[in-house]
């Protein structure tokens, strides 16, 4: 019982093509967040959703849009792929209880844009 | 902004000897949490160790173990007994305490890459 997954694993796009990649929670969690995994940068914070319909923006949000209409599911859409989109997402959720709060990061998907 | 910064991209330790991993970070809460996490070549996230910025004594899991600096704002990461499944990406994160008011963006190091040589 992983409690998050995301879907695909992996993909191969063509650039300019539009790409959803879907994370889905069964923890009831309210906080959600898509980072991205790229060589020298760590990980960075493309969006987030602190509720049902409730998103805002990371530091790496231009060509991204996030949306959430279910508390269970957060989707990641790349409108118009292109080959600097090439990389490993991951979602993560978390209770957001404050001190006893702890992040659950999916297994991630590997995103090639050709 | 905060930031975090490990600057040791690579590191090699041998088997069943100890490793320490650097991590600082740049703030000007009082109040946070820092944490490594662990990803091995699955690509999962798994959290090795947190620490609470309001505790002097250093967090413990087993072998690993940290080195805490609050003044410095340092945060290493020490394993000791290396064992070949401890090969992985090492990350270091920040992330505010906002109490019962929210909840705050982790923060990433780019993270150490370790290599246990049996």
């Known amino acids: 019982d992983a409690g998050i997954t995301q879907s695909p694993r992996h993909k191969v796009t063509e650039t300019g093509t539009p790409v959803t990649l879907r994370c889905h929670q069964t923890?009831?969690?309210?906080?959600m967040y898509w980072y991205r995994q790229d060589p020298g940068h760590g990980l960075r914070l493309i969006h987030y959703s602190y509720g049902v319909k409730d998103t805002d923006k990371g530091e790496v949000s231009d060509g991204y849009s996030v949306s959430r209409s279910k508390t269970e599911d957060f989707l990641l859409t790349l409108e118009s792929a292109t080959s600097s989109q090439t990389s490993v997402y991951f979602c993560?959720?978390?209770?957001?209880?404050?001190?006893?709060?702890?992040?659950?990061f999916g297994s991630g998907t590997r995103l090639t844009v050709v | 902004a905060q930031t975090v910064t490990q600057s040791q991209p690579e590191m090699s330790v041998q088997e069943a000897e100890t490793v320490t991993l650097s991590c600082t970070y740049d703030t000007s809460e009082s109040d946070y949490y820092l944490f490594w996490y662990k990803q091995p070549p699955s690509r999962q996230m798994i959290l090795v160790i947190r620490?609470?910025?309001?505790?002097?004594q250093n967090a413990t899991e087993n072998r690993f173990s940290v080195n805490f600096q609050k003044a410095a704002k340092s945060f290493s990461l020490k394993i000791s007994d290396s064992q070949l499944g401890d090969a992985a990406m090492y990350f270091c994160?920040?992330?505010?305490?906002?109490?019962?008011?929210?909840?705050?963006?982790?923060?990433f190091g780019t993270g150490t890459r370790l290599t246990i040589i049996p």
């Open positions: 923890e009831n969690h309210r906080y």
């Open positions: 993560a959720i978390s209770e957001g209880r404050g001190r006893q709060d702890g992040y659950t």
């Open positions: 994160a920040y992330r505010r305490d906002l109490g019962n008011f929210g909840n705050e963006k982790l923060t």
């Open positions: 620490q609470e910025a309001y505790k002097q």
